[in-house]
């Protein structure tokens, strides 16, 4: 049985070993029913509350079970700051969260070269479901344009699950660019534009 109104209950079948692993393929969140955490209806004011009251324990479940989106209030007073700052919080620890740790670079790009090698850890509660591209661009730091760009083939972003690091690196091949300062810059490109 799936214990959708009792959530000591529901983090206990989600971590039974048929349930276990399926967060990494598989999306995981819903709507909160304010039963879930003991009131009794389903009005704005149990909502309301069970954020303002309950916010830690919404933010544990979300990490604990690997949720990327969750329904809890349609509105918000941004005049209410206790209700802003725990829904913000449980807004935030939604997801998936990209952290680049470390990151070495070439300095200079010799024989059309250029070597990346970074460490990227998910500080986020749940993987990324899609195989949208990685992308390493070479900015000019004057013009702020677009020098160079590709897509980093052999990444794998789903891969890149919670709590985990990874380490990922390539060298480029890269034209002939003027002489001067350029930013490296990696980006997570959605397909849709």
């Given amino acids: 049985p799936y214990w959708a109104n009792d959530s000591a209950k529901m983090s206990l079948e989600l971590h039974k070993s048929e349930h276990a692993d399926a967060y990494k393929t598989l999306v995981r969140g819903g709507e909160i029913d304010p039963t879930f955490l003991g009131y009794s209806n389903w009005n704005m004011e149990?909502?309301?509350?069970?954020?303002?009251?309950?916010?830690?324990?919404?933010?544990?479940?979300?990490?604990?079970?690997h949720w990327n989106h969750l329904a809890v209030l349609?509105?918000?007073?941004?005049?209410?700051?206790?209700?802003?700052?725990?829904?913000?919080?449980?807004q935030n620890a939604l997801g998936y969260t990209f952290v680049i740790n470390e990151g070495t670079l070439s300095e200079q790009i010799w024989r059309y070269e250029f070597f990346v090698n970074l460490s990227i850890s998910n500080t986020g509660a749940s993987p990324f479901y899609y195989r949208w591209p990685v992308q390493i661009s070479l900015i000019d730091s004057n013009t702020h344009k677009v020098a160079w760009k590709d897509i980093w083939e052999e990444i794998d972003i789903r891969t890149w699950l919670p709590g985990e690091s990874v380490e990922i690196e390539n060298t480029f091949t890269v034209p002939s660019?003027?002489?001067?300062?350029?930013?490296?810059?990696?980006?997570?490109l959605d397909p849709s534009g």
Avoid: T
Avoid at 52 to 62: G, M
Avoid at 74 to 90: G, H, P, R, T, V
């Fill in 177 to 188: 660019l003027p002489v001067g300062e350029y930013l490296a810059v990696v980006s997570i």
């Fill in 74 to 90: 349609e509105y918000i007073d941004e005049n209410d700051q206790e209700l802003w700052e725990k829904s913000s919080a449980i």
């Fill in 46 to 65: 149990s909502f309301i509350l069970l954020v303002k009251e309950h916010s830690d324990r919404l933010v544990q479940l979300i990490r604990d079970l």
